[in-house]
């Protein structure tokens, strides 16, 4: 049966249950270094994470130079209606911020449209914010991504809480929930190290909660920072994720991880999976930890576990 990436979204399949045919079906995303990588390492983790229920892949307009979107749709072309695709717009190449107006907009998702080989994307979302433009404006675009057949579902990455809310109402009058996108795990970055984006705080997730938004949580596992045992740059700079409690929360998922039998980035992971309506995406380089990551699923942690990793009380 075809796959229902976008029925998961909106809590109608109920992952693992198998309802709908989505035998295993599983919230994780993937994303990787698409474009900036053999297409053979693509080719087999895109199949393993597949074959094992993944239902979305995540890229975006900008990553690889702008290579990573057609590195995704040779996998794509090859294998029609395997997987649902998350892209994002708003960026240059390098990366930067670009204005949002709906003929660049526009121009730019027919482009990542092309670039995947799909007729309608599934999850089309801003990259960043254009806050210069009124919230209806950037909603009104959306909406008409949707009503021209570019893509099905509509939302923002990085958008600060009050713009996001207003977001979540303009779409709301017009019909439509928005996705949102926003680091979030059990590793609470140092804003001022992040570069830029935004971590899903409580402000955040406050405006997430009252919208019943459903949240792509990327950087989910904190770029490698559980499987690690001490600090390591990113980026040429100091990890955003090496701070005092972030090093506490790593203790205790050793700890636990020792206790269940596992490794501490799968308890990071099981973690995440406790928040409804929230989808970690996943960046694992092999199959080995695509396969460590879907063990987060059989990981039932109890209440007081999760306050636990997170507290520590």
């Known amino acids: 049966m075809p796959r229902s990436p976008l029925r998961l979204l909106d809590g109608t399949l109920d992952p693992e249950s198998g ?75 390098t990366g930067a911020d670009i204005p949002l107006g709906a003929a660049t907009v526009h121009a730019h998702v027919r482009a990542a449209r092309e670039n995947l080989g799909v007729e309608t994307i599934d999850v089309l979302l801003y990259h960043c914010d254009d806050p210069a433009r009124p919230v209806a404006e950037l909603a009104d675009t959306l909406v008409s991504l949707v009503e021209s057949g570019l893509a099905r579902r509509v939302g923002a990455s ?57 949240l792509l949580a990327w950087s989910s596992q904190a770029r490698g920072y559980f ?41 990071a992971l099981a973690w995440t999976l406790r928040h409804p309506r929230v989808w970690p995406s996943i960046g694992p380089r092999t199959t080995v930890q695509i396969d460590r990551s879907l063990e987060a699923r059989r990981l039932p942690l109890t209440e007081a576990q999760v306050r636990w990793l997170r507290h520590g009380r």
């Open 19 to 93: 309802e709908g045919g989505e035998s295993a079906a599983h919230r994780f995303v993937l994303g990787g270094p698409f474009g900036a990588e053999p297409a053979e390492t693509s080719a087999e983790r895109l199949a393993r994470f597949a074959d094992a229920g993944g239902l979305l892949v995540e890229t975006s307009h900008s990553y690889a130079a702008g290579q990573a979107e057609a590195a995704v749709g040779q996998w794509l072309r090859k294998n029609p209606g395997t997987l649902g695709v998350v892209t994002k717009v708003g960026h240059d190449t």
């Open 158 to 214: 990085n958008w600060q809480a009050h713009r996001l809310s207003a977001l979540a109402v303009e779409l709301a009058a017009r019909g439509h929930t928005p996705v949102a996108s926003y680091q979030f795990g059990l590793a609470e970055p140092d804003p001022a190290l992040l570069g830029g984006s935004l971590h899903a705080d409580t402000g955040i997730l406050d405006v997430v909660r009252a919208h019943r938004l459903p």
């Open 227 to 267: 499987a690690r045992t001490g600090p390591r740059e990113t980026h040429g700079g100091p990890d955003p994720y090496d701070t005092e409690d972030n090093r506490a929360r790593r203790h205790r998922c050793r700890e636990l991880a020792a206790q269940l039998g596992t490794r501490p980035e799968t308890v």
